[in-house]
Antibody
Framework: EVQLVESGGGLVQPGGSLRLSCAAS????????MNWVRQAPGKGLEWVSF????????YYADSVQGRFTISRDNAKNSLYLQMNSLRVEDTAVYYC???????????????WGQGTLVTV | EIVLTQSPDFQSVTPKEKVTITCRAS??????LHWYQQKPDQSPKLLIK???QSFSGVPSRFSGSGSGTDFTLTINSLEAEDAATYYC?????????FGGGTKVEIK
């Protein structure tokens, strides 16, 4: 069973930093690209960042570019999001999500964690 | 950035009724469009991938169609458990983007 468990959320002052973690299990982590997606309270979903399986390709939403950094440790089956210079508008539930390709050139997100709340 | 526009924003439906949700992309995205269901206080769940492929374990009343810029999610014979917000999501190009969501309420 695919399991994604986020941690590291909490209350932080504007301008502060926070590091989110996502522990993955139930699948071969080093074979999958991964995403971070967030959802502000009462709002819709917003894609935040993508990392391929080997950390060679990373992408960010314009809203977090230069402030957030995605990383992963395949030996620990873990995904991370380092968030610096946090703003009030970064307040959201942050989801870790698995990516698959199904033989296609473009990805699809198939499983999501339960999320961790970040309040700025 | 590719903008996804969903309609309607909200729909109130009686059980067994058919529901149709549309998602329009601001430029062609092929079939790289996926649909998710999110119930209150839960994480999203994948329903349909690549416009029309059902994800494992999803009830057959959920179906998707479309390509290019216009896509549709159809729920045949709505059940009470289908009360949720539905999102479309494009992965054709970065930044990946989501539609604004369609909330489906059961009358």
């Amino acid at each position: 069973e695919v399991q994604l468990v986020e941690s590291g959320g909490g209350l932080v002052q504007p301008g502060g930093s926070l590091r989110l973690s996502c522990a993955a299990s139930g699948f071969t982590f080093n074979s999958h690209s991964m995403n971070w997606v967030r959802q502000a309270p009462g709002k819709g979903l917003e894609w935040v960042s993508f990392s391929d399986s080997g950390s060679s390709a990373k992408y960010y939403a314009d809203s977090v570019q230069g402030r957030f950094t995605i990383s992963r440790d395949n030996a620990k089956n873990s995904l991370y999001l380092q968030m610096n210079s946090l703003r009030v508008e970064d307040t959201a539930v942050y989801y870790c999500a698995r990516v698959r390709y199904d033989g296609n050139t473009k990805p699809v997100v198939d499983y999501w964690g339960q999320g961790t709340l970040v309040t700025v | 950035e590719i903008v996804l526009t969903q309609s309607p924003d909200f729909q109130s439906v009686t059980p067994k009724e058919k529901v149709t949700i549309t998602c329009r992309a601001s430029q062609s995205i092929g079939i790289n469009l996926h649909w998710y269901q999110q119930k209150p206080d839960q994480s999203p769940k994948l329903l349909i991938k690549y416009a029309s492929q059902s994800f494992s374990g999803v009830p057959s009343r959920f179906s998707g169609s479309g390509s290019g810029t216009d896509f549709t999610l159809t729920i045949n014979s709505l059940e009470a458990e289908d009360a949720a917000t539905y999102y479309c999501h494009q992965t054709s190009s970065f930044p990946h983007t989501f539609g604004g969501g369609t909330k489906v309420e059961i009358k």
